[in-house]
């Protein structure tokens, strides 16, 4: 099992202070059949709301395949984790090993847990997706390479793999850092408005010629590769905010967005 890491600091380490934490939330609804998402992956207290009210906007299935970004540049670069299960405040979430197996087969990529030994964006998905769904199992991937050409190819092996599978496919990705929450918003809504219209190579090609500093793009180019192959036809955002409005500074924000794909 991957023991958690940031139970306590990341998110509460108990799951009745998660469950009241998310208690006022709305969701949406109905409910959607989406085949793709992206959540945001900070702190709860900045980004939990989004992230919940993203996920709680979907039917969880029974199989939730996971793409984070390696902040740390450990492992191997296409990184499926190897563990059966991992550990959140309301037990274990287990794995579908034979998924991962499968999705690791592929040239570039291969089971490895040490992407994933203090990794905090897929962690923090976890307790979420464990109350909305508690017999949902996952496949964890972290992608730190971002060659097009190469995600393209992983994304078809992927869609090989799951067609004839309900399977929801998550990037977890924040979006503009340490800017001021206006050019955040106008940077980040060029990225937002290629991908409601699932334009997978103009949502890539926005961030890199804008250097915009969306952490999880690579993530997010491969599940919008993936989403796009397994029939979405249209990106919703359910929210976007800023950790300004907690903090109450708006000159140096990290930006945050919650979308689904269907």
């Known amino acids: 099992m991957r ?3 940031y139970a306590g600091s990341f998110y509460p380490a108990h799951g009745k202070e998660i469950v009241s934490f998310f208690n006022s939330i709305k969701c949406r609804d109905p409910k959607i059949n989406a085949i793709g998402a ?22 969880i299935p029974e ?12 492992g191997w670069a296409l990184a499926i984790s190897p563990d059966e299960s991992w550990e959140t405040p309301f037990g274990e979430i287990k794995v579908d090993l034979d998924l991962s197996r499968e999705i690791a087969s592929f040239a570039y990529a291969k089971l490895d847990g040490t992407a994933h030994l203090y990794e905090h964006s897929l962690e923090v998905q976890l307790p979420i997706i464990k109350l909305l769904n508690p017999s949902t199992k996952i496949v964890a991937v972290s992608v730190g390479l971002g060659d097009k050409d190469i995600l393209k190819d992983f994304a078809l092996h992927i869609y090989n793999k799951t067609k004839e599978k309900d399977v929801l496919f998550i990037a977890s990705s924040d979006m503009s850092h340490y ?17 409601e219209v699932l334009n997978v190579e103009l949502t890539y090609n926005v961030v890199e010629r804008n250097n915009i500093s969306m952490c999880g793009i690579y993530p997010a180019y491969l599940m919008l590769n993936i989403a796009k192959l397994k029939g979405a036809t249209k990106g919703e955002v359910i929210e976007y905010t800023n950790s300004g409005v907690v903090t109450g500074d708006f000159n140096e924000v990290v930006a945050y967005l919650g979308m689904i794909f269907y």
């Open 179 to 195: 800017v001021p929450a206006e050019y955040a918003k106008e940077q980040d809504f060029k990225v937002i408005k290629a991908m």
């Open 3 to 5: 023991r958690s890491v």
């Open 38 to 59: 992206i959540c945001p992956h900070a702190g709860y207290i900045y980004s939990g709301k989004t992230a919940y009210k993203t996920l709680c906007s979907i039917n």
């Open 63 to 74: 199989t939730v395949v996971i793409f984070c970004p390696n902040h740390r540049g450990l």
